[in-house]
């Protein structure tokens, strides 16, 4: 472990020891795990094997983050500037870049070799979306970074599930106007994920295409030029998945199809668990106040940040999207959910049990008390929830 140290002349000498730092190796080699499926299937010819990689995702990781609990822990601030500074932290997520084009093509390695049934073949491409649906958890991280590689290395790492137009979006339009009712990436109260997904994934198409013609206008440039960000990643994706087809036939035209769906909607799973219901205030001159930490859903569990690079200290990210993954702080009073990302998806893909324990949670908020003015809710629910909650509910 390494420790850095700040001399401060009113506190001395502060030191701090990241106790995280070799465990974040989990975030960066975590898209190879998928490839275990492979392997059981290969020594044992048991098509169920292919699962693995997805029970351990969604029993195990859930449970682990019961067992092990959360970390509140902070790294001081006097330290965070050597924090971001130290290149290791870069370093693991340059590695998983070359990782998710590993497992992606064994993945395609093992649909055309293997004699699978249509449920293996079905099984292969769920999972295999899923995980590529990490590389846009790698591409976010890497895409709110200012220098020329990271920039590069998350438009290549969003090529594998073809999610090119992610971090324009995400930055520019997500972040700017996250917990509002405009924010296609926001969830309302009231809405479940299915109803989320249809407006989520084509709002953040459009409004990424938007963003990017207004800056190439800008310049001065055609929405076509070579300048357009969102082609350069499209691009690859294009040249890698038409030439699996070109190579192996049509047999791979679902797996595609079905890979780069799930790997957009695990972006939508998170987008959906994130600000649920959560509103930013709308001041007199029609604008919204700044996003703070209470404008977020976090999530303090330690094995599964394990696995995401940090993701789900969301509310720091939120309200200090540059602040690298390794200082991510808690702060008290957040809205919190009550597991990690993966436990909170199962509630989510279930919607009466995520309004069950979700809706109460976001109303009991301490910066809400039950008052539906400052809930995010979907239009025309807000009697149903005014009667369905009326004990929670402000008078």
């Known amino acids: 472990m390494k420790t850095v140290t700040f001399d401060s002349p009113t506190q001395g000498t502060i030191s701090y020891t990241d106790k995280k730092r070799g465990l974040w190796w989990m975030s960066a080699l975590y898209p190879l795990f998928p490839i275990t499926g492979l392997v059981l299937h290969g020594l044992t010819g048991i098509e169920l094997m292919l699962l693995v990689p997805m029970v351990a995702a969604y029993i195990c990781v859930p449970l682990f983050d019961y ?19 130290d290149r290791y932290y870069s370093r693991l997520l340059y590695l998983a870049v070359p990782l998710h084009f590993i497992t992606f093509f064994a993945a ?12 293996g073949y ?8 899923m995980t ?60 479940n994920i299915y109803a989320f997904a249809l407006r989520e994934i084509p709002g953040g198409f459009k409004r990424a295409w938007q963003l990017e013609k207004v800056r190439l206008q800008r310049k001065g440039k055609s929405m076509w030029s070579p300048s357009n960000e969102l082609l350069q990643s ?21 797996f595609l199809i079905i890979h780069n769906f799930l790997a957009w909607w695990q972006l939508t799973s998170a987008n959906y668990i994130e600000h649920y219901g959560l509103l930013r205030e709308k001041k007199a001159n029609g604008s919204y106040e700044r996003c703070q930490p209470h404008h977020s859903w976090n999530s303090n569990h330690v094995f599964s940040n394990l696995l995401l690079y940090h993701l789900e200290r969301h509310s720091d990210h939120h309200a200090h999207p540059t602040r690298h993954y390794q200082s991510l702080r808690n702060f008290e009073d957040v809205p919190a959910l009550p597991n990690g990302y993966f436990g909170a998806y199962l509630m989510a893909y279930c919607p009466p049990i995520w309004f069950a324990v979700m809706n109460p949670r976001l109303l009991n908020l301490q910066h809400i008390q039950g008052d539906l003015s400052k809930v995010n809710i979907l239009p025309g629910k807000r009697e149903a929830m005014e009667q369905k909650y009326a004990s929670l509910v402000a008078a």
């Open 122 to 129: 079905l099984i292969l491409a769920v999972g295999a979306g």
């Open 234 to 254: 499209y691009a690859i994706t294009a040249v890698i998945q038409i030439s699996l087809l070109i190579a192996f036939g049509w047999m791979l035209l679902p």
């Open 132 to 191: 590529s649906g990490l590389g846009i958890n790698t591409g976010h991280e890497l895409g709110h970074k200012t220098d020329p590689l990271s920039r590069l290395m998350a438009k290549i790492v969003l090529a594998v599930p073809g999610y090119g137009h992610f971090c324009l979006e995400h930055n520019a339009g997500h972040h700017r106007h996250v917990a509002t009712p405009e924010d296609t990436a926001s969830s309302k109260m009231g809405e």
């Open 108 to 119: 395609v390695y093992w649909i055309v070799t293997q004699d699978l049934s249509m449920a």
């Open 67 to 85: 067992l092990l609990g959360e970390d509140l822990s902070n790294p001081p601030e006097e330290v965070v500037a050597q924090l971001e500074q």
